[in-house]
C-alpha cells in the first residue's frame, strides 16, 4: 500500500517516512501544499497524511481540491491545530481522521491500518491469492498451503507488487522504484538477492514453482502452465 506525506517540517517528515516504510508501506513525501496536491492528483496513494500549515496551499485547501476533483482516497489530517473547530473543519471537509502533535507513532500507525482497513472494506480485496499462496496486506502476513511464511518489509513489499501484477514480466528498473524507491543502477545486485531469499521462501519445497526469472527481462510471478 502506498502513502504519500506532505509536512514541511523535515525531520517530521523523514521520521514520518522511515516509521512507514519499517512498517512495509510505499511512501512518498512532499514538502508543500503544492507539490502534495500534485502528487495526490495521479491518484497512485492508499492514504494521505497532511498537515494543514503549509507554504504554497495550506492543508484545507489541498483537501477540498482533491474532493472537488472527484478523489476519495482517505486522508489523515496529521497537525499542531488541536482547537476544535479545527477538527470539525477538517472533518466536514472530507478527512477522515485527525490526529493532533505532538503524537505517538504507534497511534498514527493505528489510526493508518484503522482508515485503510475500512477504506478498502467492499472495495477492493485485503487478501492477494496465486494458487496456494496468500498475502494479507491488512495483517501483513503471508501463508503458502496453509503454512505461515515469515518475511522482512521489503520482502513483504516485493511479494505484494508481484502479486498484485501477477503474469507481468517486472523489470528490476520498475522494482527498484516500488519497493526500494531508487534508480536502478546496474552494478548492484539487491535486487537479485532479495529475489533470491524470497523465491527459497515462497517456493522451496512447493509446487508449483510461481516465481520465474525472465532472462534479460526481469521478474515474473504467475501458475506455470500445464503441460
Known amino acids: ?36 496536491l500534485h502528487l495526490a492528483l495521479q491518484g497512485e496513494h492508499d ?13 484545507w485547501q489541498v483537501l477540498h481540491s482533491l474532493r472537488k476533483r ?9 497537525t499542531a491545530r488541536d482547537q476544535v473547530e479545527d477538527r470539525i473543519k477538517g472533518l466536514e471537509l472530507g478527512a477522515d481522521d485527525y490526529l493532533v502533535k505532538p503524537f505517538s507513532f504507534a497511534e498514527l500507525l493505528a489510526r493508518v491500518r484503522t482508515i485503510l482497513r475500512r477504506g478498502r472494506s467492499g472495495t477492493e480485496p485485503t487478501t492477494l491469492r ?11 502476513r503471508v501463508s503458502r498451503n496453509g503454512r505461515r511464511i515469515d518475511l522482512t518489509a521489503k520482502e513483504f513489499g ?28 546496474s552494478d548492484t545486485n539487491v535486487i537479485e538477492v532479495a529475489m533470491r531469499r524470497l523465491r527459497l521462501k515462497i517456493d522451496e519445497g512447493q509446487e508449483p514453482k510461481l516465481i520465474q526469472t525472465v532472462r534479460g527481462m526481469g521478474y515474473v510471478l504467475e501458475m506455470p502452465e500445464t503441460p
Open 1 to 36: 500500500m502506498k502513502i504519500l506525506i506532505v509536512e514541511d517540517e523535515p525531520k517530521t517528515g523523514e521520521y514520518l517516512r522511515q516509521g512507514l516504510r519499517e512498517a512495509g508501506f510505499v511512501v512518498d513525501l512532499a514538502q508543500d501544499g503544492l507539490d502534495g
Open 47 to 59: 492514504l494521505v497524511i497532511l498537515d494543514v500549515m503549509l507554504p504554497g496551499m495550506d492543508g
Open 130 to 140: 496465486v494458487a496456494d499462496l496468500e498475502l494479507d496486506l491488512l495483517r501483513r
Open 158 to 185: 516485493l511479494l505484494e507488487l508481484l502479486m498484485r501484477r501477477q503474469g507481468e514480466v517486472l523489470p528490476r528498473s520498475l522494482i527498484a522504484s516500488q519497493v526500494w524507491d531508487m534508480n536502478f543502477d
Open 70 to 78: 472527484g478523489l476519495h482516497m482517505p486522508v489523515l489530517f496529521l
